[in-house]
């Protein structure tokens, strides 16, 4: 298994500013993601983090407004920037070993981001 | 693109019922199907999992699953329930070769179980 830390585990954020969340891993890994959970729906991939190289954004997201870094194999950030209320949402870190097609994924407890 | 849809947004049952949650998926091709769940103020945390084999998979605490392939199907099932099964339910699928952990969930179901 894996034990993965995000900071924030919350925070109350003032439209137009940014927020930097944190995942921490225990270990090394090889994959590393970034979800987002609106309130009441399902987990939507936001990027694959690249270790030293740019983040694999998926459909709908871009790097302007979800900046991703990932300097070394246990950790990343994602960077929710000029946040207005419709990002208000739940924001999970998830990794796996490695790119095996029979992997399992651990995911983070999540930072809830409320946007006023 | 692959897609998952579950069925119920919701299920309440009283303890030692039967469950079973609907997870359906869209794509021609090889598979591996996950069923997650978060317990309240919990993470994710896997129940169990396909990739090939016996399409009856047992997973944790009493929980299995069948994959029927020509359904495109993956339902959840347990033959009696407690109340501490009480969760959000996730099914979800790979999303392809050489892409390890990267998942496309569904919609999610609620499940409140009444002692």
């Known amino acids: 298994s894996a034990v993965i830390s995000q900071k924030p585990s919350r925070d109350i954020c003032q439209r137009g500013t940014s927020l930097t969340i944190q995942c921490q891993v225990d270990?090394?890994?090889?994959?590393m993601f970034w979800y987002r959970q609106q309130p009441g729906q399902s987990l939507t991939l936001i990027a694959t983090a690249n270790q030293g190289s740019e983040a694999t954004y998926e459909s709908g997201f871009v790097i302007d407004k979800f900046p991703i870094s990932r300097p070394n194999l246990t950790f990343s950030t994602l960077t929710v920037s000029n946040m207005s209320p419709e990002d208000s949402s739940i924001y999970l870190c998830?990794?796996?070993?490695?790119?095996?097609?029979?992997?399992?994924?651990?995911f983070g407890q999540g930072t809830r981001l409320t946007v006023v | 693109a692959q897609s998952v849809s579950q069925h119920n947004h919701h299920v309440i049952l009283s303890e030692a019922a039967s469950l079973e949650l609907g997870c359906n998926y869209s794509y021609g091709g090889t598979v591996n199907l996950f069923w997650y769940v978060q317990y309240p103020g919990q993470h994710l945390q896997l129940l169990l999992k396909?990739?090939?084999?016996?399409?009856l998979v047992k997973g944790i605490k009493g929980f299995e699953a069948e994959f029927i392939k020509s359904k495109f199907s993956f339902n959840l099932r347990k033959p009696s329930v407690q109340w501490s099964d009480t969760a959000e339910y996730f099914c979800?699928?790979?999303?392809?070769?050489?892409?390890?952990?990267?998942?496309?969930f569904g919609q999610g179901t609620e499940l409140s179980v009444k002692p």
């Open positions: 396909y990739f090939s084999g016996d399409p």
């Open positions: 998830s990794v796996a070993r490695d790119r095996g097609w029979d992997t399992e994924a651990f």
């Open positions: 270990s090394q890994v090889t994959m």
């Open positions: 979800a699928v790979n999303a392809g070769r050489n892409q390890g952990g990267k998942l496309i």
